[in-house]
């Protein structure tokens, strides 16, 4: 009797303990893979992901995992899904100036969801979401994570930390309506605060505001509007937080003192003079500089509702900003690929490598700026930014050759998150 019930015991056990996972495995096979650390070619690779992350990068004939997905891409280019370290996916950019208060504050965190689709179609598996309001990108980055909606994968700053008056703040209304960012601040202490709450309501990165700003109303690009007192308190409570801090600054004095206190990449730095690429250099601090998007402003700005005055700006520094990509490209500023996607239409991050290649950046260049350049500016080297052993499984495939014509990137035929195929042929 002890024996069949022991039987009828182990039996039950049998039958409730979970099945065995089945390992999720594609094999994706092209016709020559770019190692972007080298610039050279692997003709005919073959690269293995399982559950996600990438167990093999070999050549084809290799042994193949028994029940694994095939991916063949004949005559494709294969190269790690691509960073866009300066979007704003809340943002639409064919909705400018006051045309956006037609709609209401719920709407941008619905069209948000719109946005990453294309985004990642585009083949930017991550971006780093640089500003939002109503911490819509923490909302999209926690939907996208748990699979509710397609996206790349988000590192999120929610609000953006500025100054009373200053380009993160509200200025485009009237005392009576009182307007305002609930997240300025106006002294060390006030920076520190801020840090704090922003993290504890899910931001993975700070974003500050340093200088004034194009498409602000009030202040003009080069101004200072932080000091650099704040900035280094905001910038050592975030480091101790284990988080990185990213600076909108246009202006010369504004970009040195964010390098001076410490921020780990400058955004824009359109007016950055010859102190300020000596100290990001020294420093090591990355440039994130946009220069593609006044191609689209110039020609469709008006069109959309955006502000004369705001297109001024956008003309007074658009030129000089390419030419200080140049300068500093050639000084050994590290480069990172960032397009302010929002200010023009999401899913053509793709079109500002052309624009870097003019300016001084070799094909090579410009495509670590927003592969392995970019992930080590995240501090995510072990996750992204190379098609390698161990990292996600996020690739995308071109039709040609990008170190001879960089424009291939923006129509990419396939891509791949987390070994999920996205787009294929």
């Known amino acids: 009797m002890q024996l069949r ?20 495995v594609e094999v994706v096979r092209a016709a020559r893979l770019l190692d972007v650390a080298t610039g050279k070619y692997l003709d005919n690779p073959q690269v293995v992901v399982t559950d996600g992350r990438i167990t093999a990068v070999g ?3 290799d042994a193949v995992p028994a029940g694994a997905t095939l991916v063949d891409l004949p005559g494709a280019t294969l190269l790690p899904g691509l960073i866009d370290m300066h979007v704003h996916l809340d943002s639409l950019a064919e909705i400018g100036g006051y045309n956006s208060l037609q709609y209401s504050d719920a709407f941008w965190s619905v069209v948000q969801t719109r946005n990453a689709k294309v985004t990642l179609e585009a083949g930017f598996t991550t971006v780093r979401n640089v500003g939002s309001a ?48 609930p997240y300025t601040v106006d002294s060390p202490d006030e920076g520190r605060k801020r840090v704090r ?83 990001a250099v020294q420093k090591g601090a990355y440039f994130s500089m946009d220069i593609y ?15 004369e005055d705001n297109l001024r700006k956008d003309r007074d520094i658009g030129e000089v900003q390419r030419e200080n990509f140049r300068k500093a490209l050639k000084a050994g500023v590290k480069m990172v690929y960032g397009t302010d996607a929002g200010v023009y239409p999401h899913g053509q991050n793709a079109k500002q490598f052309a624009v870097m290649v003019r300016y001084g950046a070799t094909p090579l260049q ?40 960089v424009t291939t990137l923006e129509k990419p035929v396939f891509v791949m998150k987390g070994g999920a195929v996205v787009k294929r042929p």
Do not use: W
């Open 197 to 279: 709450e922003l993290k504890k309501y899910g931001a993975r990165v700070i974003k500050i505001c340093a200088t004034g700003g194009v498409f602000s109303r009030g202040n003009e690009p080069g101004q200072q509007q932080l000091s650099l007192a704040e900035m280094q308190a905001i910038v050592d409570e975030a480091h101790m937080a284990g988080l990185k801090v990213a600076a909108h600054a246009h202006g010369a004095p504004g970009i040195r003192d964010a390098v001076r206190a410490g921020v780990d990449t400058i955004e824009h730095a359109s007016l950055v003079d010859d102190e300020g690429i000596k100290l």
């Open 5 to 24: 019930l022991a039987a009828l015991a182990f039996a039950a056990a049998a039958c409730a303990a979970p099945l065995a996972h089945a390992a999720d």
């Open 293 to 307: 998007n006044t191609d689209y402003t110039q020609a469709e700005g008006a069109r959309n509702g955006v502000l």
């Open 59 to 61: 050549k084809a004939g």
């Open 366 to 405: 410009a495509i670590q700026s927003a592969t392995i350049t970019a992930a080590a500016a995240l501090g995510q080297e072990k996750d992204v930014g190379q098609v390698a052993v161990g990292r996600y499984g996020d690739m995308i495939a071109v039709a040609g050759d990008p170190l001879g014509d």
């Open 134 to 181: 109503q911490f819509d990108d923490v909302g999209l980055r926690e939907a996208i994570d748990e699979g509710y909606v397609p996206g790349p994968r988000i590192v999120s700053a929610a609000y953006a930390i500025g100054a009373t008056g200053g380009h993160c703040d509200s200025t485009f209304f009237p005392p009576s309506m009182d307007e305002k960012s």
